[in-house]
């Protein structure tokens, strides 16, 4: 499966934008997704998931309440909302998919299969 990350751009703290990553090559209705931020000069980190059922959601403590991570099925697209941003939101925003992923791996960009190629998120202050 490939997936294409989009949807990053420069916003003001504040503000909102939403990232998405569409799949194509194979379905991945039933595939975990997560997506994971790196910054300049920082480790790759994760930030939210979505179980292979979709019925299970989860976030980083830094952007719990204010993101949320979404699924459309009929545009195989896995979708991430961003509110209240911040400066330290600040990075590249990859898309990872892997269809075999147990919970317990769920947060670990080195167990998924598939990545996008990033979008750039700039807010600033």
């Known amino acids: 499966v490939q997936l294409q990350a989009s949807g990053g751009g420069l916003v003001q703290a504040g503000g909102s934008l939403r990232l998405s990553c569409a799949a194509s090559?194979?379905?991945?209705?039933?595939?975990?997704v997560g997506w994971f931020r790196q910054s300049q000069g920082k480790e790759r980190e994760f930030v939210a998931a979505?179980?292979?059922?979709?019925?299970?959601?989860y976030y980083a403590d830094s952007v719990k309440g204010r993101f949320t991570i979404s699924r459309d099925n009929a545009k195989n697209t896995v979708y991430l909302r961003m509110n209240s941003l911040k400066p330290e939101d600040t990075a590249v925003y990859y898309c990872?998919?892997?269809?075999?992923?147990?919970?317990?791996?769920?947060?670990?960009?080195?167990?998924?299969?598939?990545w996008g190629q990033g979008t750039l998120v700039t807010v600033s202050s």
């Open positions: 979505l179980s292979r059922s979709g019925g299970n959601t």
């Open positions: 990872a998919a892997d269809p075999s992923l147990i919970t317990s791996s769920i947060t670990r960009g080195d167990d998924y299969d598939y």
């Open positions: 090559g194979r379905t991945f209705s039933r595939y975990a």
